[in-house]
């Protein structure tokens, strides 16, 4: 986009200049000046899309002052030339260069520094001697050097792009550093869209752009972490305190009910996919997840951004509603998250290295309020004493299985009896300290940057690791990245990223230890007296050591990343432009899980006898694994490539019109090819060889099942082809109308023949009223912007079709040909749904943007809904159709919320800044329609019951009327409530609340004194209510009576017995309770203690404060960084999740995370950033 | 030009393995898939009769055999006749779930169905696709209808008003409920589906080898349904389909020639699919709690019951084995002591995949017996005496050790004993055969007692009472919360 804007005008005209015009194009400036004196402008486009708008009023002025008075504040100088002018970009001055001209009178010379307010010198900074009429640059030190003028006081203007000029009076000092601050002008700021760049004064939109800077990167194990209270409308949440993992992120809520609900990332302008392909959720008939063994596998590989050094990020920006997203099109319903990455600067190369060192604290059973051994022993020592039975008792272990061998086998006597029960009180195994570490995570990462006006270069070179505070859990990555974007012919530039990456995770298979740390019983043992491990019966009757199954399972898995892409412009004249992009992203996943023949898990669901059986023996012929375990493999290659084109057009007319237009087609192709196969009798410790397997089992000589192992081949190719249109018109900065419009085709198979043509389109509206004429600028109100937005769109969850498919059946249990008789096999893949439809979504959108107190305060206020209509719901239909649901478009949902963000400085001098940023959404989510459904009691406790004018995660809970002070047991009122309809749980539950928060907020602070900062940052979450986990764990074989291998919370301390009949728990069950009937006929589960884990007794609010991080950082004076030849040398450290407020039934587990996974736990960082 | 062909290209509906039905092929493709059992194991509910017993557990090392306690599990609530045994307090295994899995063949020949007239391919062989789902889906609804609605002829039954199951005929899915249809409505809609395939098999389909259908099957099934519709005037038509089969196959396996030479007694299955007495094999050989691992330190939780091995004659020793189906249809269980004992059924070939499900002919003949000796019992007419004595004895005949000694016919004028000596020949040839015992047993009225000793090693006796409520099974749980149009059945 360089092109030569030069204007001829023959005729000479008077030299001097009057003009009066506020805030204007300096285009416009130029062109009068022209027309007044006949002097041309050269300039490039480039040049101008740097200035700031001009206000000018001067009289019979000379064109050099009325020039100064054009320039004042902008990047830009000029020289004249035979009548021409010639505008540049105001260097760098390398060298401390003489004052530009040195008119006649007394002067004398000031020196000085310019910094920012970190105390970071600011090279290129403009210094204006006002008297004088001279200006200067400072050096890449921040140096400057000018003569002022003799008489007092003389003035000194400093001025530099995005910083506040600065007006400093000069008496009689010769040296004056000045500090520059960053100016607060949120109208100005540019918004990237990753098809756009548009100035925020044209955005209409609802659009939230955080800076890199701005996150704590330090600490935390994936950049979505990093988010968490970032930006409003964004809400992550943490699944599991794992390193690896991934977490959930939704924008604005949820909008569809069955396909996938993630936002969509991009990365320059590039889509990015997931390492594997999505995968739906797999219910079964009673509503659980199925998960498979390769489901252990996709957990740990991470998302489609894994990829990226967190360092290289400039800006991420959320683009949230219909008007935003649609030129993204029907993928970008769950919202787009745009990264931008870092560019080159200008000037010598810099080098940048920093690093952080991060111990993170281990999980202990203090945040778990679990029973210790003596206390465990104890509820045991009662349920015999008492005669509490349950259908099945395993006595192995524990008292149970010594006071089974005392009493009944009497195979030990009364003294070796209270002799082990002694041991055990005093055992107090501390699994924590077993399964778990206080881990040193490393980052290093290495940035090189530079160029000059021609052509810029950006690269960086990361390594991190990141342990896991449970022992084997960890990552590995080196990331590498170069990006340059050059100016190749004056109309020409062109942009080239490469970036490649390899992580490695190591995970777990089958095993838990944070599961089972936290419930098994601290009276087992780990090892031996005599140091080798101590195993003991597992309820699966075999012999298990939690340490030896962890050691002999494997997860890991690598995945490397390839990247590049190139951006061609080109200007093809004045007002249009071609842009081409082209980028291909390649990743290859290898993931292995394993077991060996020496697991637990081996012997029990394979082998079916412990480990080390020999031929001779009966159970070796009968097993189907007598010798190695299993392996699993998945491979996986994701190619994709997609290459866009757009033509834009941008015009005014009139001095007032601004159009402006965008048409492009845009071409994708995602590639995954898979493998993925389980093999049996993996023997790793003899050379990863593998065992052969008997061919037949048992001496009937049954054929061995494990033989007919299937592996199973992914190959998926989604190709799209999008055309898309968007426009704007601006009516004088005061007015932005915007309009985008975009249809997509595909080659997925089963679309909707009939509604092949469906675009998303939507519009919108914005009004800058502070550029009204009328509009006074005060001092409490100095911007303000109205925005509002309407969008359209349809939608269809994928691997839906209106027509019958069928399928070649794949995985274990099937196969495409029949065994018997050799015919093909196919299967039914998708019955015929005839009067399906695409969902439809209308969304509006309504912002205010505002700036108070000269800029001191800005932010906006949001306001969005969001209607689903005809959304696809998986209906659960009868059984007897054949199929457990079937979609229909029977759903409405409104999403409706507001959204706050605002920035306060409420101090700001030279040596101490206050700055806070707070951003707060509140979204209602409320089904306005459902279709009939699974009605149990169990969905309405589980918050899967759709009740019409509740919210999507309502719930309820049976009513606890306390303890039966004669038995112990809990009691309920199950009555029906008056004219309620029995047959609804609803009836006789009590509506508790919803799952999800009603609110969510997130703050930052940040405090400067000098070189050192501050900052820190909260996450509040209001409303929201849960279950606890259970205390008293139902299943089929124990009806809750504890089992000698679960541990209790120490909750249970308080319960009823026949001594303490005024307790607050009630009392250990006993198995012979029946079931109870409900009002509904309700034939699931029913046992009293399963209704006590779901009651109200069992509630608590979800409401908490958290404080995501606490830093510090300091900047080393400059004295210090030139002896130590440096730039720059800042020392920070901080502290992760160093707190959390909330309920204080939780007992300090956090709630995030209360119903199983892992806690994340504080973590300290030290980090030290060096540059050249 | 070529850019929009590209395109086109580029665009065309991809998937690695989905596709639109185009031709009867690929119909007969899915026909086989999901409209045939295709290997879908079956649950035969012989837990629930007196052909099982349950062996206390034994402890080994002082814990009972991982496998045996996990199968003991498994298979009390069925054993101990416990209502709920299929609701969700209970483990279902996925085969005793008998109602879902049927229902899913089901919506696989009711898709076939409707989509036949949508795809390419001769008249012929639609025909023949037709016909063949139409069996298989009264196959499917006959099984249904028996195990969860009472018997049509049961004792104060009215099958106009008594509860059948949910007749599903076309593949259209719906919300809401889908109220259970009257036993008079599934018993006619399986009559009418057996009686519209028979002539659209004979003409169109002609099956290669037994996995597949038959014109022939259909009137076999034809005589199974009389038989279990029950009624004196239904025993007619028993007798006429059978013999409309019997005609075409007639031949019964001579269990003397698999007796090998000094008297070997080698595995060898009566489920043979070059055997010309199976008519029809499909998957499956045991119920589940029958295939545990097992361990010879100690007898499986559940085994054959000695009241079923006291009912066959053991013969006088090696040179005549007396019945040889006690040798041939049991599969025996050697402990370490060496003690043997008759475990599971040995009805299946051995290194064969495919399992004891289907058709044999030898049904045919005691399905004809059992109607001329009702016939007999009400009308007297010695002539069905004799067909009805006629057909067991070519049976026992073939089922006899008969190298050494030949085989006495069995001959009784009294009609009740000719109908019990009916029923003990059907529980002799069909047991632990899919189904037909705990069906057999429902039909004619009989109550089962079990002996139970559970994992705490307490024994007690449970009993289903003669014409109990619960011979109609409950309905799974699942199925229950899934249609709100469902009534449970009383238990």
């Known amino acids: 986009m360089f092109a030569i804007f030069a204007f001829q005008l023959g005729s000479s005209k008077a030299q001097t200049v009057t003009l009066s015009k506020s805030n204007a194009k300096i285009v416009d400036v130029f062109k009068e000046i022209r027309k007044q004196t006949g002097y041309d402008f050269v300039y490039t486009s480039s040049h101008i899309s740097e200035t700031t708008p001009v206000t000018i009023n001067v009289k019979n002025a000379s064109l050099e002052s009325a020039l100064a008075a054009c320039f004042k504040d902008q990047p830009l100088s000029y020289s004249i030339k035979n009548k021409t002018i010639i505008i540049k970009s105001k260097t760098v001055t390398q060298e401390m260069g003489p004052p530009a001209s040195r008119p006649a009178g007394k002067y004398r010379m000031v020196t000085g520094r310019v910094a920012d307010t970190e105390n970071r010198s600011l090279p290129g900074v403009t210094v204006f001697s006002k008297e004088l009429n001279v200006k200067t640059a400072t050096d890449k030190e921040g140096r400057y050097k000018i003569d002022v003028s003799a008489q007092e006081p003389a003035t000194l203007i400093f001025s530099f792009v995005g910083m506040e000029s600065k007006q400093v009076s000069v008496s009689n000092q010769s040296v004056i550093d000045v500090t520059l601050s960053m100016a607060a002008k949120e109208m100005e700021e540019m918004v990237v869209t990753g098809y756009q760049i548009l100035k925020k004064a044209d955005v209409v939109g609802s659009v939230a752009t955080i800076q890199a800077k701005d996150l704590n990167l330090n600490g935390i194990n994936t950049l979505e972490q990093a988010l968490q209270g970032k930006l409003a409308g964004v809400v992550v949440t943490n699944t599991s305190g794992m390193v690896g993992t991934k977490q959930n992120v939704r924008v604005r809520g949820t909008s569809t009910l069955v396909g996938s609900q993630e936002p969509i990332w991009v990365v320059d302008g590039i889509i990015q996919e997931d390492p594997l392909p999505f995968k739906a959720q797999e219910l079964n008939t009673a509503g659980n997840i199925n998960s498979d063994n390769f489901d252990y596998l996709r957990t740990f590989v991470g998302n489609s951004i894994r990829w990226l050094n967190p360092n290289d990020i400039q800006d991420i920006t959320v683009l949230k509603d219909a008007s935003a997203t649609a030129i993204y099109g029907v993928r970008a319903a769950n919202g787009v998250i745009v990264i931008t990455t870092k560019k080159g600067q200008v000037g010598p190369p810099s080098i940048n290295y920093s690093t952080n060192f991060s111990i993170t604290d281990k999980v202990t059973y203090q945040k778990l309020n679990l029973m210790n051994s003596k206390e465990r022993v104890a509820v045991s020592r009662e349920i015999f004493e008492r005669g509490l039975t349950s259908p099945f008792v395993n006595n192995n272990i524990g008292y149970a299985g010594a006071l089974n061998e005392y009493l009944y086998l009497k195979t030990i006597t009364e003294d070796e009896f209270n002799t082990r029960v002694a041991a055990m009180e005093t055992a107090n195994t501390n699994w924590f300290d077993i399964l778990f570490r206080a881990p040193v995570s490393t980052n290093h990462n290495l940035g090189i940057s530079g160029g000059n006006s021609n052509t810029r270069y950006y690269s960086s070179f990361g390594y991190n690791t990141n342990n896991g505070t449970a022992i084997g859990n960890d990552t590995k990555g080196i990331t590498g990245s170069l990006a340059m974007s050059s100016q190749v012919f004056k109309n020409l530039s062109l942009s080239i990223r490469l970036a490649a990456s390899k992580n490695t995770t190591n995970g777990f298979y089958q095993v838990s230890p944070y599961d089972y740390a936290t419930k098994v019983n601290r009276a087992i043992a780990a090892y031996n007296p005599d140091g080798e491990l101590s195993f003991y019966r597992n309820s699966s009757g075999y012999m298990f050591n939690i340490i030896n199954e962890i050691n002999e399972t494997g997860n890991v898995n690598n995945v490397l990343t390839t990247n590049g892409s190139m951006d061609v412009n080109y200007q093809i004249s004045n007002n249009f432009r071609f842009q081409t992009l082209f980028s291909y992203n390649s990743s290859a996943t290898n993931g292995s899980t394993y077991a060996t023949e020496k697991t637990e898990y081996v012997s029990r669901t394979l082998r079916f006898a412990e480990y080390g059986i020999s031929p001779s023996d009966p159970a070796y012929i009968n097993s189907k694994l007598p010798v190695g375990g299993e392996f699993n493999e998945v491979t996986s290659t994701n190619r994709t490539f997609g290459w866009r084109n757009n033509l834009s057009f941008n015009k005014t007319f009139g001095r007032k019109h601004t159009v402006g237009a965008m048409f492009g087609i845009e071409t994708n192709s995602t590639n995954y090819e898979g493998y993925q196969a389980t093999a049996y009798g993996y023997l790793r410790d003899r050379g990863k060889s593998f065992a052969t397997l008997p061919l037949t089992v048992t001496s009937a000589k049954t054929v061995n099942s494990l033989l007919v192992s299937i592996p199973r081949i992914t190959d998926r190719r989604v190709n799209t082809m999008g055309l898309y249109l968007t426009s704007s018109y601006s009516y004088a900065s005061r007015y932005v109308f915007n309009f985008s419009v975009r249809n997509d085709r595909s080659n997925r198979f089963g679309q909707f023949t009939n509604e092949k043509f469906n675009p998303v389109w939507a519009g919108g509206f914005r009004w800058n009223i502070a550029n009204e004429k009328w509009f006074e600028s005060s001092n409490w109100l100095s911007g303000l912007a109205l925005r509002s937005s309407f969008g359209y769109q349809r939608n269809i969850a994928a691997n839906i079709s209106p027509d019958l498919i069928i399928k070649l059946p794949t995985g274990q249990a099937a196969n495409s040909t029949d065994a018997l008789t050799g015919e093909s096999l196919l299967t039914i893949g998708n019955l015929p749904y005839g009067d399906l439809r695409w969902e439809q979504t209308t969304s509006l959108n309504l912002g205010l943007d505002w700036n108070l107190f000269q800029n001191k305060v800005n932010g906006s206020i949001e306001y969005y809904t969001k209607r689903g209509r005809d959304l696809i719901t998986t209906l659960p239909v009868p059984l007897e159709y054949g199929v457990p649901n079937m979609y229909v478009n029977g759903g409405s949902m409104k999403n409706e919320g507001y959204e706050v963000s605002a920035n306060f400085v409420p101090v700001r001098t030279r040596n101490f800044t206050w700055s806070v940023s707070l951003n707060t959404s509140k979204n209602r989510n409320l089904v306005t329609k459902t279709g009939a459904q699974v009605v149990s009691w169990r969905t309405a406790a589980s918050g899967q019951l759709n009740v019409e004018g509740q919210p999507v995660s309502a719930f309820y809970a049976f009513k606890y009327t306390g303890i039966n002070p004669a038995n112990g047991e809990p009691t309920f009122d199950l009555s029906v409530a008056p004219g309620a309809d029995p047959k609804s749980p609803t009836s006789f539950m009590q509506y508790m609340g919803k799952l999800d928060p009603d609110f969510t907020s997130g703050l930052g602070m940040n405090f400067r004194y000098k070189m050192l900062s501050f900052s820190s940052s909260f996450y509040l979450q209001v409303g929201g209510k849960r279950f606890l986990a259970p205390l008293y764990n139902y299943a089929s074989n124990n009806s809750g009576l504890p089992t000698e291998y679960e541990n209790l919370s120490r909750l249970i301390l308080d319960r009823w017995t026949p001594s303490n009949t005024g307790a607050s728990i009630p009392a250990l069950p006993n198995g012979s309770l029946p079931s109870v009937a409900l009002p509904n006929n309700d034939q699931t589960y029913k046992n009293l203690y399963m209704f006590y884990n779901y009651s109200t007794d069992r509630v608590v609010s979800a409401t908490s404060f958290r404080c995501n991080n606490i830093n510090v950082s300091y900047t080393l004076p400059e004295s210090v960084v030139k002896k130590i030849k440096c730039k720059n040398v800042s020392l920070g450290g901080g502290v992760s999740n160093p707190f959390v407020i909330n309920s204080h039934d939780f007992n300090g587990v956090d709630p995030e995370v209360a119903y199983g996974g892992q806690p994340r736990t504080r973590t300290y960082t030290l980090n030290l950033n060096l540059s050249f | ?491």
């Open chain 2, 1 to 491: 030009m070529t850019l929009s062909i590209s395109c086109k290209k580029f665009l065309e509906e991809y998937s690695q393995e989905e596709m639109r039905p185009g031709s009867t092929g690929d119909l007969t493709s899915l026909m086989n898939g999901d409209a045939y059992p295709n290997g879908v194991s079956i649950e035969t509910f012989d837990v629930l009769t007196d052909d099982i017993q349950n062996n206390p557990l034994v402890q080994v090392n002082g814990a009972p055999i991982p496998t045996y306690l996990a199968s003991l599990q498994a298979g009390t609530p069925m054993f101990t006749f416990n209502p709920t045994m299929f609701d969700q307090n209970n483990t279902i295994s996925t085969s005793a779930n008998v109602y879902t899995r049927l229902y899913t063949k089901i919506k696989g020949c009711n898709v076939i169905i409707d989509y036949l007239d949508n795809v390419s391919g001769t008249a012929k062989d639609k025909n023949a696709i037709l016909g063949q789902c139409l069996f298989l889906r009264a196959y499917y609804y006959l099984r249904l209808v028996t195990l969860y609605g009472q018997m049509y002829n049961g004792a104060g039954i009215n099958p106009e008003t008594a509860l059948g199951v949910p007749l599903v005929l076309s593949s259209q899915v719906k919300d809401g409920g889908l109220p259970r249809n009257s036993l008079k409505e599934v018993y006619d809609q399986v009559e009418k589906d057996l009686l519209r395939a028979e002539p659209l098999l004979r003409a169109n389909f002609t099956p290669t080898n037994v996995f597949r259908v038959s014109a022939d099957l259909c009137n076999a099934l034809l005589s199974r349904f009389y038989l279990y519709k029950g009624r004196n005037e239904d025993m007619d038509k028993t007798i006429q389909y059978a013999t409309a089969t019997l005609q075409n196959k007639f031949i019964l396996t001579s269990l003397a020639g698999f007796v090998g030479s000094n008297n070997a007694i080698s595995p060898n299955g009566i489920y043979n699919a070059a055997s010309p007495e199976v008519l029809w094999i499909y998957s499956g050989s045991y119920s589940d709690i029958n295939t545990v691992n097992f361990d010879n330190r100690s007898l499986p939780p559940f085994t054959v019951s000695a009241d079923l091995s006291n009912q066959y004659d053991k013969g006088t020793g090696t040179s005549n084995y007396g019945d040889l189906r006690y040798q041939y249809y049991f599969q025996s269980f050697t402990t370490a002591s060496g003690t043997k004992f008759p475990y599971r059924t040995a009805k299946n070939t051995v290194n064969a995949t495919y399992g004891t499900k289907g058709f044999r002919v030898a049904e045919l003949y005691l399905n004809r017996a059992e109607a001329y000796a009702r016939r007999f019992l009400v009308s007297g007419n010695t002539t069905d005496r004799t067909a009805a004595l006629a057909d067991l004895n070519t049976l026992r005949q073939s089922r006899y050790d008969t190298r050494n000694t030949g085989y006495t016919p069995v001959n009784i004028t009294d009609a009740q004993a000719l109908y019990t000596f009916c029923k003990e020949e059907r529980r002799r040839e069909l047991a632990l055969e899919d189904c037909h015992r705990f069906i057999d047993l429902k039909r004619w009225g009989m109550g089962v007692t079990h002996i139970y000793t559970g994992p705490d090693n307490v024994t007690s006796t449970f009993t289903l009472p003669p014409n109990s409520p619960l011979f109609a099974l409950p309905i799974p749980y699942d199925v229950m919360l899934a249609n709100t149009g469902l009534i449970q059945n009383p238990r």
